[in-house]
């Protein structure tokens, strides 16, 4: 009991979140480019979103700080963009494409298929911290329909069948 | 794609993607400019006054290809210009996120140097300091691929500091996104540029008046930049007749066919090519044999078209005169055995997740669409449903809201109901409480729901 207590007071005093060295040189970076600091907010979330997978709340106000703006408005920022994750997500995000042209080529049926065999539904991540599933628009792939694509990588055509052997290369 | 690789031949007819081989993956620098890449902006540099490039777009007559069709030179006559107009801006929409259109993609990843000469040539002709390329950030491929072409272009004095030796300095960067369709409204895409939410601005002012920081700013798509550097070498004259006397428009198309076809793609071909051959010769046809039962011109926010609208020229004026938008021409086909329903219930809860909540109509207006939409997908449709859906695509309509989503969103919805009215009758469930059973007709394809004493005592309760 004793040392639980212990534990939680020294968790109070640790500064609440650091920017590693190489976030803060991307995001030094990505200012060269811009003539007003704000615009760096997306490249700046994205910085940490790489190395950390996600944007926690308290990684804002020392965004914010780093590129001079308030951390109300990168909040703003931060929850606008789809593609900002603000809850921690699997080693590998899953994002299916909804939009008509995989409507219309098999999405349902891959959407089906991904959720069976994963065992979550959009929006959610597997137990074992391996997979979150989201819904994306249009990935602009639409001869290739239906597509996928998981981390950087872009799958199309797509067909229930596929699936198991895709998620294997993704540990 | 094409594989052709030869730049060389005057007569090009195919200038965007010439240089294209999938399978090769991009030129690099000097692959490129010996293909003739660069040769547009050297000559510019030496030979032409900003203004003479802007004339040349305006009377090559080159129309917008992100979906709009506003003429490219007469967008550039509205930038201020002489030694006081101060810093401007010359930015690339490539935030290609339009469903069913997949042809910037090609472009920036296949020939990024072609951009990224276009993007001097348009800077140089408004006389911009800074262009910025806004990518889609799913876009991983293209992103790498562009920003190594411009790592390239400007260690070869093509871009920064004094191009290619002359006075003028520019200096280009890639900026890429985090999700969100509305960042491609021209106003969006300049808030979310300067690190906002991607809601539309008001205009007037418009952006080449007052865009991006506040600065005369041209917001042009990746494929009318990249017709730029051919206009520039080629003359206005051949950009002209490279419709092959198909159509009044000019240059050629980047078009393409996605849904049930055999063999979905893009393909550059002179403007005002037809749907049908679109469809029946670089497509293959429908996939099973099917036969086609509707389509969409360009894009979720183009008025759905009949199979008996495949013979017209798709280019931007005769595709409006037919009740649609040509949008970015790439068709996406629905074949006779799909719902026309449960598409548009598909395309309507796209816009209401991307729509950016700035104002009622579409906010609220998009998701009351949807839930009706679904209603009658699922054959729980009440009567008035349709009635509503059709005040909807008046609410929403052009006038109504701040930009252009929610009257975009309304283009296949009212296109649906004008031409398959019938399919949305069959969702409608007649009201038990209002109609009795013995006068209620039940349209074709239902079962008769007033013996299912389950649903009867549910709708009691």
Redesign the interface.
């Known amino acids: 009991m004793s040392t639980d207590k212990v534990v939680k007071l020294a968790d109070l005093n640790k500064p609440s979140f650091v920017l590693s060295d190489e976030e803060r040189h991307e995001i030094e970076h990505a200012l060269t ?11 700046a ?2 910085a940490v979103q790489k190395h950390r997978g996600w944007v926690p709340d308290d990684a804002i106000p020392v965004i914010a700080e780093a ?1 001079g ?1 308030s951390a109300a408005d990168l909040e ?2 931060a929850t ?5 994750f603000r809850r921690p997500v699997g080693r590998h995000v899953i ?1 299916v494409c ?4 995989c ?3 098999g999405y349902d049926e891959l959407r089906g298929e991904l959720e069976k065999q994963l065992g979550i539904r959009f929006g959610q991540t597997t137990r074992d911290g391996r997979y979150t599933l989201l819904p ?10 239906a597509t996928m ?1 998981i981390d ?1 990588d872009l799958h199309g055509p797509v067909e229930p069948k596929d699936v198991a052997a895709i998620l294997g290369n993704y540990q | 794609m094409s594989t052709l690789r030869s730049a060389k031949d005057p007569n090009y007819q195919k200038p965007l993607t010439r240089l294209i081989d999938t399978a090769a993956g991009p030129l690099d620098l000097k692959s490129h400019e010996a293909e003739g890449g660069y040769s547009a902006l050297r000559k510019a540099i030496k030979e032409l006054k900003p203004q003479d490039v802007q004339a040349k777009v305006k009377e090559a007559n080159l129309r917008g290809r992100g979906g709009a069709g506003f003429p490219t030179g007469i967008k550039w006559s509205l930038i201020p210009m002489g030694p006081d107009a101060g810093t401007k801006y010359i930015v690339c929409n490539a935030d ?7 042809k ?2 090609l472009l920036m990843e296949q020939a990024p140097h072609q951009l990224v000469e276009a993007m001097a040539l348009a800077g140089y002709a408004i006389q911009a300091q800074t262009g910025y390329i806004f990518l ?5 491929v293209a992103a790498e691929r562009l920003n190594r072409a411009i790592a390239e272009a400007r260690a070869a004095g093509l871009l920064g500091k004094n191009v290619l030796g002359g006075e003028w300095s520019f200096e280009l ?1 890639v ?7 509305i960042c491609g409204e021209e106003t969006a895409l300049i808030n ?7 809601n539309p601005r008001a205009k007037p002012p418009f952006p080449q008046i007052a865009g991006l ?1 506040g600065r005369p700013t041209i917001v042009n798509n990746v494929e009318t930049l990249s017709n730029i550097p051919h206009i520039l070498l080629n003359g206005p004259t051949w950009f002209k007749e490279l419709n092959q006397g198909k159509t009044s428009d000019a240059g050629t198309k980047l078009y ?5 076809a055999n063999k ?3 393909w550059e071909l002179p403007m005002g090519t037809t749907a049908r051959e679109l469809l029946e010769v670089h497509a293959g046809g429908m996939r099973g044999g099917k036969k086609l039962k509707a389509w ?1 011109p360009g894009g ?1 926010s183009t008025d759905f078209l009949l199979p008996e609208h495949l013979d017209l020229p798709m280019d931007f004026d005769t595709i409006a005169r037919a009740g649609s938008r040509m949008g970015t021409g ?1 068709i ?4 006779e055995d ?1 719902s026309i329903v ?2 548009v219930r ?2 309507e ?2 816009f209401a ?2 729509s ?1 909540g700035w104002c009622t109509p579409c906010r609220d207006g998009l998701p009351w669409t949807v839930k009706i939409l679904r209603a009658i997908e699922n054959g729980q449709g009440k009567t008035g449903d349709i009635e509503q859906l059709s005040k909807m695509t008046r609410w929403l309509g052009p006038g109504r809201t701040f930009c252009a989503h929610a009257p975009g969103a309304m283009e296949p919805l009212q296109s649906a109901i004008k031409y398959f009215r019938d399919e949305f009758e069959i969702g409608i469930v007649c009201d038990i409480d209002e109609v009795k059973p013995d006068v209620c007709t039940l349209p074709a394809g239902l079962p008769d729901i007033t013996d299912d004493r389950d649903l009867a005592t549910k709708k009691a309760s």
């Open positions: 480019h811009y003539p007003d600091g704000r615009a760096a907010s997306i490249d979330l994205k590129i703006i703003g920022v606008f963009y789809s593609l900002i994002k909804d939009s008509i042209s409507h219309l080529t994306i628009c249009c990935l602009g792939a639409c001869d290739r329909g694509m950087d | 290609e996120m339009e469903p069913g259109t997949f910037d993609r889609r950030g799913e876009y991983v960067y900026h890429t996104g985090a999700g969100r369709y979310s540029l300067e690190g906002r939410r991607a920081w393409g066919v996605s849904g049930r979905p793609g893009c969409l979720a790439l996406t086909v629905v074949a799909q449960s598409a598909n395309l809860e796209f997740r991307e950016c």
